[in-house]
């Protein structure tokens, strides 16, 4: 494993990800190793399955911080920041090669959105942390440290990239909207009508209200139907069910 000096990591070792600018550190950019990036992805990925909302780091030299930008905060936030070259922003900390990230809006993400520190969403935001290989609550007073939750490490950055980590492209993707494909979706069942012991199938969907029935057809045009258009399987129901399921989609046609 290679071993590098606290904020001197070679810049093409990392995957530059994000670009920015701010009044107090001028221009920035948000770097990680390909390990690191990896698990951070996916822990903005389980954050928006859980909560909605996107994780973010914070803007500034919230994830790698080269030498330069640690001596840079110590001008500007003197005690409050690291003494240069032992930031654990630097990629060698408490004697080991480590990454850490800032998500300022782990609180936002993990409340209902009111941004409120409590011990609930704490328990969310760290245990998404350890699923994705990360490490929370390390700059924490049980360690001697100012308390931090908002500070995630990753012990072991210079792994392979983990394969099992749910990595998708971000921020380009939109989150899919699953409600609008069920709105799509066609169904199909079949019933038997009392008053003359027909069978009688429906097609419907739940999205529009949509149902059209059909009879006398033979099972292969049904099963062609299924299958052209995705319909699944057609369950057999009775027919006061059916009437059930019809009223409830003329309630949906209404309500639109
Ligand atoms: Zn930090």
């Not at 994780?55 to 994830?63: K, Q």
């Not at 699953?178 to 012991?197: A, Q, V, W």
Request: aromatic share 12%; proline share 6%.
């Amino acid at each position: 494993m290679p071993t590098y000096k606290n904020g001197f990591i070679p810049l093409d070792l990392l995957v530059v990800f994000f670009r920015g600018r701010n009044d107090v550190d001028g221009d920035y950019y948000h770097a990680l190793s390909p390990a690191t990036y990896a698990r951070h992805l996916a822990l903005v990925e389980r954050a928006r399955r859980r909560t909605g909302r996107k994780l973010v780091i914070s803007g500034g030299w919230s994830a790698y911080r080269p030498y330069a930008a640690q001596v840079h905060a110590q001008q500007i936030w003197g005690r409050g920041a690291a003494e240069p070259g032992t930031s654990s922003h630097g990629g060698f900390w408490e004697g080991r090669q480590t990454l850490a990230m800032d998500y300022g809006n782990w609180a936002y993400v993990y409340g209902n959105g009111d941004g409120r520190d409590t011990p609930d969403k704490r328990a969310a935001f760290f245990d998404d942390c350890r699923a994705v290989g990360l490490s929370p609550n390390l700059i924490s007073p049980q360690r001697g440290y100012p308390d931090e939750p908002w500070h995630v490490v990753d012990l072991d950055p210079w792994s392979a990239v983990p394969a099992s980590v749910d990595v998708r492209p971000f921020p380009e993707e939109e989150p899919e909207d699953e409600s609008e494909e069920d709105e799509m979706k066609l169904k199909g069942l079949e019933y038997t009508r009392k008053s003359d012991g027909k069978s009688v199938f429906m097609l419907f969907n739940e999205g529009s209200g949509f149902y059209a029935e059909h009879e006398g057809v033979d099972g292969s045009y049904n099963t062609a139907l299924a299958q052209a258009w995705g319909t699944g399987d057609w369950p057999k129901t009775t027919e006061s069910h059916a009437n059930v399921i019809k009223n409830a989609l003329n309630n949906v046609r209404t309500s639109r």
